[in-house]
């Protein structure tokens, strides 16, 4: 890996890694970080060119941040780790948990999506337009450069076909919020073509694990807990 991702973590006990979404960083979990660390080794990642992880060299797209995640597993000799990832985070998650299944326990995917189909027309056209128009200016403002990788991964990333999910052999809670920008026949599609998996709405947006957290975080533990029965 061309760099070193940041990350913080907290608590003892089996791996639990937390991806955050587009533009954010591990802060996003502000209420899981302290809460799952009662009980696990939460760490949560500043995924490449976010928060205080460093741009590097490599391509800026989902299958690289996921190739980051395999090389930051296999520097900490971590061989299996629960995955919680939220919107392009999931996107992450989903896309490492297909190519490396027998790194992940188990899978947690909130308000994840396979293509730009899945988002709410209302939210991906602006984006697209944002994404054209920063690409515009790209070669003349680093800012601009800047924004239209961030809004790129969302106009080109991250084409998951529908019937790859069939092979997924982890175990796997797809949630999302009753509110979400993420189109609910969307959602429901994902978690019917993974096989076994289990579907929740949590009350709230898109940013559940922010805006409901005393839910999402119930959810989540009773998903990890059943697990090591």
Not at 8 to 35: A, M, R, W
Not at 70 to 92: H, K, P, V
Not at 209 to 228: C, D, G, M
């Amino acid at each position: 890996m061309d760099i070193q991702l940041y990350y913080q973590e907290k608590g003892t006990g089996e791996p639990l890694i937390l991806l955050h979404g587009n533009g954010e960083n591990s802060g996003y979990f502000v209420h899981q970080i302290d809460y799952f660390s009662k009980k696990y080794h939460v760490i949560a990642v500043d995924t490449r060119g976010h928060g205080h992880s460093p741009r590097g060299t490599a391509p800026f797209s989902i299958r690289q941040f996921a190739e980051d995640l395999y090389d930051f597993m296999d520097e900490r000799w971590i061989e299996q780790a629960n995955l919680l990832g939220f919107s392009d985070g999931g996107n992450i998650a989903l896309v490492f948990a297909l190519k490396y299944p027998e790194k992940v326990k188990n899978l947690i995917i909130d308000g994840a999506n396979l293509d730009t189909d899945g988002v709410k027309a209302s939210v991906q056209i602006p984006i697209e337009l944002g994404y054209y128009t920063a690409k515009l200016f790209s070669g003349k403002s680093r800012k601009a450069k800047q924004r239209a990788e961030l809004l790129g991964l969302m106009v080109n990333d991250p084409k998951i076909r529908p019937e790859e999910l069939e092979s997924l052999k982890v175990r796997t809670l797809v949630m999302a919020g009753t509110r979400d920008l993420i189109k609910e026949e969307h959602t429901k599609m994902m978690a019917h073509k993974i096989p076994n998996a289990r579907l929740v709405f949590v009350k709230g947006g898109h940013g559940i694990a922010a805006e409901n957290p005393k839910t999402f975080n119930r959810v989540v533990e009773q998903f990890l807990t059943e697990s090591e029965s």
